[in-house]
């Protein structure tokens, strides 16, 4: 069952990503400046006090690391849930992790290139490696995870034979 599940979720974060990626640049212009702007909103003291050019200025200042860390972050999801795939198929140790972060990189350099024909966008050989970074991290993270629970299932096991 944890097979199914975490297949479905992987391929459906898999659409996600080709979603975004399939936004003309325009509209994913649109979308990384709104993000833009609720930051505008969250974190700076007075910005909603501040004349609409200002704001607009701001959020078009810190558009590229809005959009890099979108990239960033959209795959960190998908390598903790590709790792999360991998261990429910019996997958472990470095394995896991290579199988994780493999399979990520490629499904980033197919994103980058099916972005050729999207209007306006471009493949960027950055964007895939942050994408690969991305991945990496998530799956990392998850790998943690994954070995801290089986030392405390272990050390739970030891203390119950000693008693």
């Known amino acids: 069952m944890k097979r199914n599940i975490f297949t479905l979720m992987v391929l459906l974060w898999m659409g996600i990503i080709f979603w975004f990626s399939a936004q003309p640049a325009d509209q ?3 979308m990384s400046l709104s993000v833009g702007h609720v ?3 969250l974190f700076v003291d007075g910005y909603e006090d501040w ?8 959020e078009e200042e810190i558009d590229h690391g809005v959009r890099k860390a979108a990239h960033f972050t959209e ?3 998908l390598g903790l849930l590709l790792t999360a795939m991998y261990r429910a198929y019996g997958h472990e140790g470095e394995r896991l992790f290579l199988l994780a972060a493999g399979t990520g990189s490629l499904y980033a350099a197919t994103d980058e290139f099916h972005q050729l024909f999207v209007q306006g966008r471009s493949c960027q050989i950055t964007d895939w490696m942050i994408d690969t970074c991305g991945v990496a991290a998530g799956g990392a993270v998850m790998y943690m995870i994954y070995r801290f629970a089986e030392q405390r299932r272990r050390r739970g096991q030891q203390s119950v034979k000693n008693t």
């Open 28 to 30: 994913s212009e649109r």
């Open 39 to 41: 930051a505008g909103l």
């Open 51 to 58: 004349h609409q050019e200002r704001q607009e200025a701001f």
């Open 75 to 77: 795959y960190a999801i």
